[in-house]
């Protein structure tokens, strides 16, 4: 995301729009019958993409929403929560079992329902808080840097929590 903008609402928007991409790319693949392999490393890609994109709004846009609305973080967390717990179902099939492409189904209908969350909850909380968002965005694309550099150790976390 080199090219991210610097609003931080905006950039979280393309990362969505990324995510629904890599989803439609899935859903060929499967509508082709196209080899498992190939299936699997689209939704890896889109697992990375997820996983990322979850870890930057935990670090720095939900702490931000929190103070901003004094309102307790139930709902974003539960949401979070069972993105998380979908992902960890998917990374633990393995794509020749019948459950795979139920599994990377339902995430993308969870994380589609998490955006429509965003959009009606976070984003307007976000622009109304005061909040530098230019400097926002910024420690944005920094992170997401950060994040993309060791995203094979992110994978591993994904692992070690679904384990627990």
Known sequence: MS???HDPIEQMEQEHEQMRLLYAQWRALCAEQAPAAQRQAV?????????????LEEELLDPLAREASGLPPRAADEARDQVRDLLCRLVQTRPQDPLYEARVERLCEAIEAHIVSQREHLFPVLRRCGADLALLGYRLRERRRELE?????LREEVL???MA
């Open 43 to 55: 939704a890896e890609q889109l697992c990375t993409q997820l996983t990322i994109h979850a870890r």
């Open 149 to 153: 550099a060791v995203a094979e150790a």
């Open 160 to 162: 070690v929590s679904a």
């Open 3 to 5: 090219d991210a903008p």
